[in-house]
Every structure is written in structure tokens, then in C-alpha cells.
């Protein structure tokens, strides 16, 4: 029998799903890897990614395959895993509509002004002379073009904006239309009218955001980060912000999370926080489980069609 | 030389757009219908189409065609105009897009808890545990199937929506998966996640929403009207939100406004008022000129294209 073992416990109604479809297999579920009783026999190994060690790893001696059920890598010892030749997938892509629609959400209240119309509402006060605008022939650069940044760019489009785009390679992409190298972003930061990052967090990532690129944004620009908090240094941001250097920022990763509750950020009225939310859905785990049920029965039927199989050796 | 009379005052970057693209024509312009002089003089009346009664036809002797720089037609004396063959066109659907971005806007909000998340900003509290939902999969019941309508629904089944509508005829229109008639709304108004009306106000939509209908609506809808005020009563409204048998309604227009300042609808957790602004937007006037230029040099060279003409004795 396959062993397969979570250090989550998923509800009851996924976890009856699984025993149902798969009774060749023996899985257990534990609420924490610490809790985990028979790591040295488990041949599929179900996790978010963020509790395991090397050590881990060498204690499980039967492990062909780990299951990262988020997207997020960073904390994965694939050192260890790669000398094992454990194979890794993840449930990269189930991110994209939350988060693209937590984008546009932004955008739009940002336009239509609804913090402020709140304001009005609270006071009892009727203003129509509110001057509102629209997404509609604004300039929108993504900065990151995969699964979440085309998601993005696809709905912008049918909202009518000119949609720009940033990779590694500078390679054309569905929904843009233009993209850039990340080494040629100074020319389509000083016309956008929104920055959106969702750049994961990597060596070439890390703090490429600058204080020139906040000198050549546009005085209206807005910038959003959903993607990683150290694409930019806290006290860069800080200082964009309190110079008015661009109109507001919206910012949902933090370079060390929570944010403390000191922190000047809560209390900046350019800068809106949100506490890392921008992909939470009520229909996350049921999304990580359609990618983890179709891998599994390529794994027991020996099939070589495994869906999000991560590099190993890259890390991504 | 054609005479040309405005009852509003243009910016003068689209006055002076006027007077150059139509040297043939002689432009006054107004600030109210009261201070206008030569009415008796105008052949072409260009208005908000709130200030003209009866008797300002009467008047106008020479008055051939009426452009309405708005959507709204409620005010016009119809029958006056009819009388002496006078012909109208408005700038319906310039609306469109506004109006279709608040409405995103809201729903995009409504899902993400814009406004709870705000509230923990204010408290510098990091709480990632808020359960957030998403527009995909939801349905969407639109009352009014125009250019408004239509805009919504294609921008919500981009956000992979399920969108019914509601018209007159029952008559499918682009974007809709389904289209049920006004009389037959009770079914779709069962199974829909957000209903949002853009209902003219007519003799058919007037009251037409009634505490049936909030009656059979899921307890966790979420109810727009951009439309009119009229389409349903206040009271009907006020106690289906008491009594919670809808999660939210979002209201921007009302029976009498501007609302008063002691109105019980400001105080309500459950209901958000906004001031009448879901077509306000900085591109107003500019798409409404659009029209009125086209139609000025289809008048003028005695094509007939005119956008936007509308039935004088239907009112629409």
C-alpha cells in the first residue's frame, strides 16, 4: 500500500474524497509535522512547504514525492531533497484568480474612490461633485507575467487598459501588449499609471525596486505589491511615500510579517495595508486538491503527466 | 448661420474645440436655460435635459433638434416636442463604462471585505484569518440588458461569472448566458449571488421590485441599484434589510435626493449609500461632445446617421 502522509489535517468532506478515490493508498493526517509518527514510511508526503527541514528529509528513507499544497518554495530544503532525487510538485496557478481579483478590487476602489465615499457615508453627507475616474485607458504595468500576472493582465484588458508587462527574458506574453526586461523597467515605470508586483522573492528579485524607480514613477502613479516583501526596501517605500513621490501604495507583503504594530505603515495615508490576504479563498484547498488528486493518479498509473512539477535544482 | 444654444457652460478647451471644427455655426453658450437669450433664435439646443419645460418650446420658433448631453430623459416635455416635430438625441451609452467599473468595483469589494479590512488598518491589526470570497463561480442577475447592462455582464463573465439578465422581451443579448422577462424575474432572483438593476425609471419598472422578491432571494444576495430610485419603495427596501433577508445592499439612487441628512438608510451596517455617482467619471463630457460632433456634421451635410435618435412619442 501507498503511504501517504499530510502535516495538515484537511476537512473532513476532502479527506473523505481522498479515501474514497483511493483505497489502494494508506494516508494518515496529522495537524503538524511534529506530530507526524511515521515520517521513515511515508512515500508521498502532503505539506504546505513551510515545515520542512533537511533533517526531515533524512529521516524519511521510503519518500519519492513531496506535495507543496501553496505555491511558495522559499522555505523548501531542496538541497536535501535533490541529493534524495525526491520529486517535488506544488499548486502554483490555484493563486490566480484570488488574486487578480483582489487586484482589480484595489484598482477600482482606488478610481471610484470608495474609502472616501465611506467617509461621506459616515457623515451623512450627499457630495455627487466627487470627481471619479476610470480604469478605461489608464496604464497598468505588471511586474511578473506568469499564471498571476496574465490573470491580471486578462481582466485589465477587458476593462479596457493599456496592460504592460516585466520578465526575466523580455518574451511576448497572452494580455500584454508590450513587455520588458527586468533590466529595462525604468522606460514603462515612467508611464505607468499602476505598478503591480507579483514577483516571487529570488536573487534577482530581491530589492530591484530602488529609490530612482520611485523618482521616475509618475506623481499619480500607484503602486500595488502582492507578490513578495522584499522586492523593495522598507525604508525606500517609506521614503517614496512621505515625499509624495507617487499618489498611493498598496502593500500586502511585508519583508517581516505580521507587521508589527508600531510599524509607521498602518498609520501612512498614501500606503494601505493588508495583512498577506490577497490569495485567500474559501476555494483554495478544494483547487490544491484537484491538482494533487490528478498527480497522484499519474503516480499510481506510473503516467508522465504531473501537473506543476517543480526544478529541483532551480528551486522553481 | 446655424444657431447653436447651449443651456450649460463646456470647459473651454471643448468650446473652443467647437468653434474651430464648425466655423459655419454660431455658438452661445449658457450657464442655466433662465439666462439664455435668444432661445426664440436656436435652431439646435444642446442641454443636461432637466431645465426644459413646455413653455421653453413654445418659445423656440426656430428649434429643430434637441441634443440631450445626457442619458436621462425623465424631464422632457415629449409632448411639446412632438407637437412641433422637433427631433432629439442623447448620449446614452456613455454611461457604459462608469457605471460598469463602480459596479465591478462594489462586488470586488463586497467579496474582498474592503471595508473590514480597513477597519483592522485603523486598529494595526494583522489578521490573516478573514474569510475572503471571490466573484468567480458566483451568479450574477443584471435587470436591464442595455448598454449598461451589457457592459456589466461582459466584464463579470470575465471575471468567469455565471450572468442572467432581465428585459422587456425576454430577447437574448450578448454576454448573457440566460435572459428571462421583466414578469418572470421571481426565478432568477432565487438562485442569484448579486442582483444588480440599471433600470430606467418607466411606467413598467416603477415599483416593480417588491418585498416578494426580497422574500425569495438568498439570505446571503447582495443587491445593486444604480438604475432608479423608483424601482422599488424605500419602506420595502429599509425592512427587507432589517429583517436581514439579504446580506447587503449598495444604493446610489433613491426616490427623493439628495438623501436627508436624518434618513434612517445612512445608519444601516447592512446597507452602503453613495450619492448618486456611479456615471460620474472626468470622461463625461468629452464622450458626450463625441456624439454631439457626429451628429452636428450629419446635420449639417444632411446625412442621415444620426446616433442615438430617439422615439419622441415612446420617450426612449
Known amino acids: 500500500m501507498v503511504k501517504i502522509l499530510f502535516t495538515f489535517r484537511p476537512p473532513t468532506y476532502l479527506r473523505e474524497q481522498l479515501l474514497k ?6 494516508f494518515s493526517f496529522y495537524k503538524t509535522i511534529g506530530e507526524a509518527e511515521e515520517l521513515q514510511k511515508a512515500e508521498i508526503l502532503v505539506t504546505y512547504g513551510e515545515d520542512l527541514t533537511s533533517k526531515h528529509i533524512d529521516e524519511c528513507s521510503q519518500l ?21 532525487q525526491i520529486f517535488v510538485t506544488n ?16 484598482m477600482l476602489s482606488h478610481v471610484k474612490r470608495f474609502p472616501e465615499l465611506a467617509h461621506l457615508e459616515q457623515n451623512a453627507t450627499w457630495n455627487k461633485k466627487l470627481p471619479l475616474q476610470e480604469l478605461a485607458g489608464k496604464r497598468l504595468l505588471i511586474l511578473g507575467t506568469g499564471a498571476i500576472g496574465s490573470e491580471i493582465a486578462r481582466l485589465s484588458q477587458a476593462f479596457r487598459m493599456d496592460v504592460m508587462g516585466v520578465n526575466r527574458s523580455g518574451r511576448q506574453v497572452e494580455f500584454f501588449s508590450g513587455i520588458y526586461q527586468l533590466d529595462h523597467m525604468k522606460e514603462p ?3 505607468a499609471d499602476f505598478i ?14 530602488t529609490e530612482e524607480h520611485f523618482h521616475i514613477m509618475k506623481e499619480t502613479a500607484v503602486f500595488i505589491n502582492i507578490g513578495r516583501g522584499d522586492l523593495v526596501r522598507e525604508r525606500v517605500l517609506h521614503q517614496a511615500l512621505k515625499e509624495g513621490q507617487i499618489e498611493h501604495a498598496y502593500i500586502d507583503v511585508f519583508e517581516t510579517e505580521p507587521l508589527s504594530k508600531d510599524h509607521p505603515f498602518w498609520k501612512m495615508p498614501n500606503l494601505t495595508v493588508t495583512p498577506h490576504i490577497s490569495s485567500i479563498t ?3 484547498l ?12 499519474a503516480y499510481l498509473h506510473k503516467k508522465d503527466d504531473f501537473l506543476n512539477l517543480i526544478d529541483v535544482e532551480k528551486g522553481y
Not at 196 to 205: I, Q
Not at 286 to 297: E, K, S
Open 64 to 84: 519519492k514525492w513531496i506535495m507543496v499544497a501553496s505555491a511558495g518554495l522559499e522555505k523548501m530544503p531542496f538541497e536535501a531533497i535533490h541529493k534524495k
Open 282 to 284: 474559501k476555494n483554495y
Open 91 to 106: 499548486a502554483r496557478g490555484i493563486h490566480k484568480i484570488p488574486m487578480a481579483e483582489f487586484t482589480l478590487g484595489l
Open 196 to 209: 503591480v508586483s507579483v514577483l516571487p522573492s529570488t536573487k534577482e528579485t530581491k530589492y530591484v525596486l
Open 21 to 26: 478515490k483511493f483505497p489502494q493508498c494508506d
Open 286 to 297: 478544494p483547487r490544491a486538491f484537484d491538482i494533487f488528486l490528478h498527480n497522484l493518479n
Open 189 to 191: 515605470l515612467q508611464t
